[in-house]
C-alpha cells in the first residue's frame, strides 16, 4: 500500500530543491511522476522554482474547488485537454509530488490520501507548517493528522540556530498582521527564523497579529 508523505521546514530549507530532486531520482529510473502545485502559488507562473535555479513545469495545478483526485486521474491517463506537460507515455504513474501543500484545502488534501491508498500511488507533499503568525495552514494541519509519515527539512536561523518559524518582512520592517496568505513579491519576503529571534521581532508574542 502507498503512503502520504508530509515533507516539511520553515522557509528555505530546500523544500522545492528536494522535490525536484525526488523526481529526477525516480525518473532516473525509468518511472513516471507527476508534479502538482496550488494554483494559488504564482511564483514561477506554472513552473516549481528551487532557489538554486533549477525550475521544472508542473504537470497540472490545482485551484481550490478542484476535485485533486479527479484531476490527477485525468493527468495519469492522458485524457486531460489542458495538460501543461503532454504525455507521450501512459506509464502508470509511480508518484505524484506536491510543491507547497499548505495552500491546498483539507479536502484536497484528503484527496491525496486516497490517491495514495485507493489509487496505490505514493504522495510527496512539500510545504510549511504555519504562517509569519505561527498559525497553521489549513492544508498543512490536514496533513499533520493524516499524513502517514512526517519528515521535517531543516534550515537555519540567522544566529545559526534551528529555525522553526517564518518572519514576513515588508521592506526592512518584520509585519505580524496582515493575511495568512501573501506570495513572495517586490514588497514581501520571509526570513526563516528561530524561536528566540522571532520573540524578539515580536515583542515576545506568539501569533501577534491576533
Known amino acids: 500500500m502507498a503512503k502520504l508523505y508530509f515533507r516539511y521546514g520553515a522557509m528555505n530549507s530546500g523544500k522545492s530543491t528536494a522535490l525536484l530532486q525526488a523526481a529526477y531520482n525516480y525518473e532516473e529510473r525509468g518511472q513516471r511522476v507527476l508534479l502538482a502545485k496550488p494554483r494559488l502559488d504564482t511564483k514561477g507562473d506554472n513552473s516549481i522554482v528551487s532557489r ?41 504513474v509511480a ?9 491546498f484545502t483539507p479536502e484536497q488534501i484528503d484527496d491525496f490520501l486516497r ?10 507533499a512539500y510545504g510549511i507548517r504555519t504562517d509569519f ?23 537555519i536561523c540567522r ?12 521592506g526592512d520592517e ?9 506570495i513572495d513579491g517586490v514588497d514581501v519576503t520571509y526570513e526563516s527564523l528561530c524561536a528566540l529571534c522571532y520573540l524578539r521581532e515580536s515583542g515576545g508574542k506568539l501569533e501577534p497579529g491576533a
Do not use: W, Y
Open 95 to 103: 508518484c505524484l509530488l506536491i510543491d507547497e501543500a499548505q495552500f
Open 52 to 92: 538554486l535555479g533549477i525550475t521544472r513545469e508542473a504537470d497540472f495545478l490545482l485551484g481550490p474547488d478542484d476535485n485533486a483526485r479527479e484531476v490527477f486521474a485525468a493527468h495519469a491517463h492522458g485524457d486531460d485537454p489542458e495538460s501543461l506537460v503532454p504525455h507521450v507515455d501512459m506509464a502508470p
Open 133 to 155: 503568525q505561527t498559525r497553521a495552514f489549513p492544508g498543512a494541519r490536514r496533513l499533520l493528522e493524516i499524513a502517514h509519515t512526517l519528515e521535517e527539512l531543516k534550515t
Open 115 to 124: 490517491i495514495a491508498i485507493l489509487d496505490d500511488v505514493p504522495v510527496l
Open 174 to 182: 518584520f509585519v505580524f498582521s496582515g493575511s495568512q496568505v501573501a
Open 159 to 170: 544566529c545559526g540556530k534551528k529555525a522553526m518559524f517564518n518572519g514576513r518582512r515588508v
